[in-house]
């Protein structure tokens, strides 16, 4: 069916890839390109050091170097600057996983085309999003745009998806959940639904995310302090 926002992304993709083309066009080698090639130079004496420590470092930490590398390695595909995940559900799935056996932090975005046409002109929202231990293509209309670039994303892969699938591994394997955001009772009932779906899962707590804090500018405000205390003291893992 006929999407007008989709129309929208997919016409300004082939705009901004025909102008890119036209600016080419009888561009000769620069000094500026020269430059660069001295600047390579450089480059490759420093990452000759960093070459010798990551030797080492592979030798001590074998595992934990080869899942670096994994995610390092892991193929890109860039829209307007949004650096999307080229991975299918199954393979978001076992990175998920992952993330859940280590103890630390882990941030996923589910970029829609909406999203990165914003992410195109805001700077900031762009190296936020791109800062993310695991992005996927939320929209329809990323997949289309990744074909036009001659670089076709695998498939989308939604955050509902993602989400639901976390639910069912937290379920079997007996992580516990905290659910933040939507309008006041939202989460609530959410939590009440899920334990009817699964009777041992363990949601330790919930809040809406109508409170003050640094996602409306307002840091360190005394209702996200509490939330955050909150959700420390409960412990979701």
């Known amino acids: 069916s006929y999407d007008p926002k989709i129309d929208g992304f997919m016409k300004e993709l082939d705009r901004i890839q025909n102008h890119y083309v036209e600016d080419f066009k009888g561009v000769e080698v620069s000094n500026d390109i020269i430059k660069s090639l001295d600047n390579l130079e450089r480059l490759k004496a420093e990452t000759d050091k960093y070459l010798e420590k990551f030797y080492y470092l592979t030798d001590r930490h074998n595992n934990a170097v080869i899942e670096v590398l994994k995610r390092w390695d892991m193929e890109k595909v860039s829209i307007f600057g949004v650096n999307i995940f080229n991975i299918d559900f199954n393979e978001a799935t076992e990175i998920v996983k992952n993330f859940l056996k280590e103890d ?90 899920l334990k009817k779906d699964y009777p041992t899962l363990n949601v330790v707590g919930h809040h809406d995310g109508y409170f003050k804090g640094t996602h409306i500018g307002m840091k360190n405000h005394e209702e996200e302090i509490q939330v955050i205390e909150e959700i420390n003291r409960l412990k979701p893992a």
């Open 104 to 193: 630390k932090i882990h941030k996923i975005y589910t970029p829609n085309t909406e999203i990165v046409m914003e992410a195109r002109d805001n700077e900031e929202i762009r190296a936020i999003i791109n800062s993310g231990d695991l992005i996927i293509a939320d929209g329809i209309g990323l997949i289309y745009g990744s074909r036009m670039k001659k670089k076709p994303l695998k498939e989308r892969v939604t955050g509902f998806d993602i989400s639901m699938e976390l639910i069912d591994i937290a379920n079997k394997e007996g992580y516990s959940l905290y659910l933040l955001g939507a309008k006041p009772g939202v989460a609530k009932r959410a939590a009440e639904n």
